[in-house]
């Protein structure tokens, strides 16, 4: 089986290439660049791997929350390649794959990714049995809301801690930090949760693969 995996919802672009257990990764800082990257840079890693894009088996993306233009160019690049392939598409919630990058702990896991104006996009995660679970919803919320849900035992990823993280060390004094590497969202966490759909076919059944803005339609920034 082979899958082709990308995220473009924030400043890196990350995508991967799954083929029956190898995994080839690329992380990349785009800035403003992504429509000039995403292409040549999908078409260097699969001829990294020895593939042609007619090979790939599932293409996957992260969905949002984030950059409305990332999430709009990285869906439509990779509806484009199913559509015209004839491959079945998978769509994984950005905060869940930024979630996966905290390794197994005791302690509830805040992703959070900063919305711009004052807000952020977050949901709160803890490990039950190895796996990652939910315990809120996708929230878009203020700085001040954002910080009423961090106590001492919380582990806290993603660039909203670019504005909030000295408030977090001044209210908990304990809160962990990952390092800002695990800040983003990974190409190999996507193929991880898409190989779980895969192997279940009860969560493929009903997937809809359409972006997540969280912020209401008539104040999405253009």
Known sequence: MKILAIDTTTE????????????????LKTGHGLSQLLAPTVKRVSCAMNLKLADIDYFAAGCGPGSFTGIRLGLSF???LGFSLNKPLIAE????????????????IVASIDAKRGLVYTCIYKYKNGKLIK??????????????????????????????RD?????????????????YPKAHNIITLA?????????????????VYLYPKECQIR
């Not at 919630?93 to 005791?106: K, S």
């Not at 809160?175 to 590497?181: E, H, M, P, Q, R």
């Open 12 to 27: 890196f672009l990350s995508l991967g290439i799954y083929d029956n257990g190898k995994v080839c990764e690329y992380n």
């Open 78 to 80: 990779i509806k484009g």
């Open 93 to 108: 919630v950005t905060l869940d794959i930024m979630a996966m990058n905290c390794p197994l702990t005791d302690r509830k």
């Open 135 to 164: 315990l809120t919803p996708y929230l878009l919320i203020t700085k001040d809301q954002f910080l009423e849900k961090i106590d001492a035992y919380s582990v806290i990823l993603g660039d909203f801690l670019n504005i909030c």
């Open 167 to 183: 408030d977090i060390v001044r209210k908990t004094g304990k809160a962990v930090f990952l390092d800002k590497d695990l800040w």
């Open 195 to 211: 190989l779980e759909r895969i192997g279940n076919k009860k969560l493929l059944k009903g997937l809809k693969f359409k972006p």
